[in-house]
Nanobody, 120 residues
Framework: QVQLVESGGGLVQPGGSLRLSCAAS????????MGWYRQAPGAQRELVAT???????NYADSVKGRFTISRDNAKNTVYLQMNSLKPGDTAVYSC??????????????WGKGTLVTVSS
């Protein structure tokens, strides 16, 4: 069994910063890509950023230059540093991991999400 647990969400004023973390645990052999997605009220889930095991990153145009994704492979953890936050960034942020379990099965897992609210 594998679990992804996010942390770091909360209420922040426009222009502020937050750092999200997502730790994967359980029967993990290795993790390929990890990523952050978000879903605002009444909207579909959208990609925020992804990072490969080797560190190659990809960002949504709406967050380029403001958000930075990183990972610690030794800790099976992915981070999202969010700066210059805007009210439009308000959403539930969920992490995703494509990984090989200890039974050599490639699986895709999601965390339950953490709420980020940007408001004055």
């Amino acid at each position: 069994q594998v679990q992804l647990v996010e942390s770091g969400g909360g209420l922040v004023q426009p222009g502020g910063s937050l750092r999200l973390s997502c730790a994967a645990s359980g029967s993990i052999l290795s993790i390929n890509a990890m990523g952050w997605y978000r879903q605002a009220p009444g909207a579909q889930r959208e990609l925020v950023a992804t990072i490969t095991h080797g560190g190659t990153t990809n960002y949504a145009d709406s967050v380029k230059g403001r958000f930075t994704i990183s990972r610690d492979n030794a800790k099976n953890t992915v981070y999202l540093q969010m700066n210059s936050l805007k009210p439009g960034d308000t959403a539930v942020y969920s992490c995703n991991a494509a990984l090989f379990t200890t039974t050599l099965t490639l699986m895709n897992y999601w965390g339950k999400g953490t709420l980020v609210t940007v408001s004055s």
